[in-house]
């Protein structure tokens, strides 16, 4: 039965979630004292007029300062003061104060950002499909219709200000798999009205562009690189985006990967290739972020590739091209330990970019908090100037500081009244946000701040805190690490079905197709044991780390248990540090994974009292469908696997619920169910 509770004299009122972690609270009245008039601080200024909760008929001061010891767009605050040594610095701050406020966090104190850049990547094509979107259409892009209506920018707007609450200042507007028309007048027309509503707060917008543009969109017959026409076609157009949109950021491109066109297809590096563009862009400032997701079919391991091609072009690119490199060496897997490119480069800008979007992580049907895994990848250490040089360190610029310096995240967002479909996957785009920001902060922490003002309310006893905050925290915290469990643990990779790569698919491999895009590639199951051989002796991606990396991941004792089937082909009774044999280590993983979401569903039923029906009931329905399907990964990886370990599944878990075939003969799992 439904509770409607009350509490603290408040009825849990239904939410839509629209509001994000910006939901209005009654506010108490202040006085706000700014600089000057002008766009930027017009925000500051309503903003805090309309959210105080600090104490009644107070004034604060919002102040421009020149101060070392503030960069960039950094801040100062105290609990009537903000200080900065730019207008924006002064907005981020008041987003700060007024979410302290509500977290009850100490209200004092400076704050930089840690990248110069904070871009979400969209994925969204001109026809408002958006790739491994699952949030609904693209909130820029409707097929064909380029009319911008008063409802496109109020959405454009309350966008831009969610992103400027915490911290991101880049909007990539469209599919790194681009669309070369992306290019043409009409469509630059309305990214320079997204751009227009974006600015003010900060927001710079790039786009993603197909590197055949000049003769796809062009009518050129070539686009090499270094063949003048195309230069000149490249000028000719940077020229018409900069004067629509005069603080456009710079051109995003994915080349020679998946089809994609790129300089190699004319004998050129992707050097070549980007710096052409950056050459082009550099007049106006902008920046090119080029892509290092790059596989190749010929190779034995598709995880060596981008360092492969890669490294050998350290130096070579100019100081306004950032290599974009994705967390892991394959593809956003639930884990994968960080790719060895960072660590690798010492005269070139390298970028992380995450995936926002759930692609492998159960899409938006499924909980699944990120920031523990993109903090583990940021922490992790590439050892490439002696230790303590972490991936955070050797892409902030930290360890060699270059021009430019960014992070990416593919956004999850989409015109779904919660904007990403699940109301807990608002949380990851919460937490790219704070982490592009401040990549110290702990996932812990951002999880505590995100609850607090996503489903925090004006008069909650500490009741709240001990029935909801801490136990939704604790739920959120090991989310990760649960869907690793019950979908690919011990550094198991790629073994996602096909196509939709939502649920089990460990056995899919049809006749000639390419190796690579078959999950059996990944796992090498068979009689003698399961695993990627990535040792010295196998694929050797083990040398692509610095020491003492590389050889604690050569040796299956001093590997981590977590990266163990990355990295190793073993037997299927290698004797794992629990005691127990791999095989039973890894149905025990599996159960476990699946338990933990039966715990997840009991922790939300149980927190029913302290939230409104319509989230209540939109995760409730969520959390059932993540734990069948949850079994049904364990159930199919499993009963696979088996064939080959040919060993009981240890006698105290519990059976599978499917058969094999039935698991294999289903619909796909992603189909709405
Ligand atoms: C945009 C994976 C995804 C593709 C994506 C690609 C990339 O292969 O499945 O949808 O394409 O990564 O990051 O370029």
């Known amino acids: 039965m439904l509770v409607l509770s009350l509490l603290g004299g408040l009825i849990a009122e239904a939410e839509d979630g629209h509001q994000l972690w910006l939901r209005k609270q009654k506010e108490q009245p202040v006085t706000v004292l700014s600089p000057l008039p002008n766009p930027v601080l017009d925000i500051a200024v309503k903003e805090l007029k309309e959210n105080w909760q600090g104490e009644a008929n107070t004034t604060v001061k919002l102040e421009l300062i020149s101060d070392k010891r503030i960069k960039t767009d950094g801040f100062r605050i105290s609990r009537q003061l903000i200080q900065a040594n730019t207008q924006l610095g002064l907005l981020y701050g008041t987003y700060e104060l007024l979410r302290r406020q509500q977290t009850g966090d100490p209200i004092v104190g400076i704050s930089n950002p840690a990248y110069q850049r904070r871009i979400l990547n969209h994925w969204d094509n001109p026809n408002g499909s958006i790739e491994r979107g699952y949030a609904g259409k693209s909130i820029f892009w409707r097929n064909k219709d380029l009319t911008v209506t008063a409802s496109d920018r109020k959405l454009w707007e309350e966008y831009a200000r969610a992103n400027a609450s915490v911290g991101i200042n880049g909007s990539v507007l469209n599919n790194v798999n681009a669309s070369p028309g992306m290019l043409s007048t009409e469509n630059l027309g309305r990214a320079k009205a997204i751009a227009d509503v974006l600015r003010p707060y900060g927001i710079q917008v790039y786009l993603s562009v197909n590197f055949a543009s000049p003769v796809r969109l062009g009518g050129l017959k070539s686009a090499d690189p270094l063949n003048a026409d195309v230069i000149a076609w490249w000028k000719k157009k940077t020229k018409e985006v900069y004067s629509m949109i005069p603080d456009f950021g710079g051109f995003l491109v994915k080349a020679n990967s998946e089809g994609q066109p790129g300089p190699q297809d004319f004998g050129r590096t992707h050097a070549d290739g980007a710096n052409m563009m950056a050459d082009i862009l550099k007049p106006y400032k902008g920046i090119v972020m080029w892509r290092a997701f790059v596989y190749d079919a010929k190779d034995k391991d598709r995880a060596r590739l981008a360092y492969t091609e890669f490294k050998p072009l350290d130096g070579k690119f100019r100081d306004n091209v950032i290599v974009q490199v994705k967390n892991g060496p394959?593809?956003?897997?639930?884990?994968?330990?960080?790719?060895?490119?960072?660590?690798?480069?010492?005269?070139?800008?390298?970028?992380?970019?995450?995936?926002?979007?759930?692609?492998?992580?159960?899409?938006?049907?499924?909980?699944?908090?990120?920031?523990?895994?993109?903090?583990?990848?940021?922490k992790s250490d590439t050892y490439q100037e002696g230790k303590g040089s972490t991936v955070a360190r050797v892409t902030d610029g930290s360890i060699f500081a270059g021009k430019y310096n960014a992070i990416a995240g593919v956004a999850n967002i989409g015109l779904d009244t919660n904007w990403t479909g699940h109301h807990f996957?608002?949380?990851?785009?919460?937490?790219?946000?704070?982490?592009?920001?401040?990549?110290?902060?702990?996932?812990?922490?951002?999880?505590?701040?995100?609850?607090?003002?996503?489903?925090?309310?004006?008069?909650?006893?500490?009741?709240?805190?001990?029935?909801?905050?801490?136990?939704?925290?604790?739920?959120?915290?090991?989310?990760?690490?649960?869907?690793?469990?019950?979908?690919?643990?011990?550094?198991?990779?790629?073994?996602?079905?096909?196509?939709?790569?939502?649920?089990?698919?460990?056995?899919?491999?049809?006749?000639?197709?390419?190796?690579?895009?078959?999950?059996?590639?990944?796992?090498?199951?068979?009689?003698?044991?399961?695993?990627?051989?990535?040792?010295?002796?196998?694929?050797?991606?083990?040398?692509?780390?610095?020491?003492?990396?590389?050889?604690?991941?050569?040796?299956?004792?001093?590997?981590?248990?977590?990266?163990?089937?990355?990295?190793?082909?073993?037997?299927?009774?290698?004797k794992m540090k629990s005691g127990k044999i791999l095989w039973d280590e890894l149905c025990y993983l599996y159960d476990k994974g699946l338990n933990e979401v039966r715990g997840f569903q009991k922790t939300w039923d149980k927190a029913e009292e302290y939230v409104d029906a319509e989230r209540f009931l939109h995760v409730q329905r969520r959390l059932k469908r993540q734990t069948r399907d949850a079994q049904v990964y364990k159930d199919g990886c499993l009963l696979y696997f088996q064939q080959f370990s040919r060993r009981p599944i240890p006698f105290e878990l519990e059976r599978p619920v499917y058969n094999l075939d039935f698991i294999r003969s289903m619909k796909p799992l992603s189909i709405n169910r």
Not at 336 to 358: C, D, N, R, W, Y
Not at 443 to 451: L, M, T, Y
Not at 502 to 509: C, L, M, T
Not at 537 to 558: D, K, M
Request: aromatic share 16%.
């Open 330 to 378: 394959i593809d956003f897997q639930p884990r994968e330990p960080f790719s060895p490119l960072f660590g690798a480069m010492k005269k070139t800008a390298v970028m992380p970019e995450f995936q926002i979007t759930q692609e492998y992580l159960g899409h938006s049907y499924q909980l699944v908090y990120l920031a523990p895994m993109w903090e583990e990848c940021l």
């Open 425 to 574: 996957a608002q949380a990851n785009w919460y937490a790219f946000g704070r982490l592009a920001w401040d990549h110290q902060l702990s996932s812990e922490k951002i999880a505590d701040e995100w609850i607090k003002l996503t489903f925090g309310r004006a008069g909650a006893g500490p009741d709240w805190k001990s029935k909801f905050l801490n136990p939704v925290k604790d739920m959120m915290m090991e989310s990760r690490e649960a869907c690793v469990n019950y979908s690919m643990p011990l550094g198991l990779h790629h073994i996602f079905s096909a196509d939709d790569h939502y649920g089990p698919g460990p056995w899919w491999a049809p006749e000639n197709m390419r190796p690579d895009w078959t999950p059996p590639y990944y796992h090498q199951a068979d009689s003698t044991g399961i695993g990627f051989d990535r040792t010295k002796t196998g694929s050797n991606a083990v040398s692509q780390y610095h020491e003492p990396l590389c050889s604690r991941f050569n040796a299956a004792e001093t590997c981590p248990e977590v990266y163990l089937l990355w990295f190793h082909h073993l037997p299927w009774d290698y």
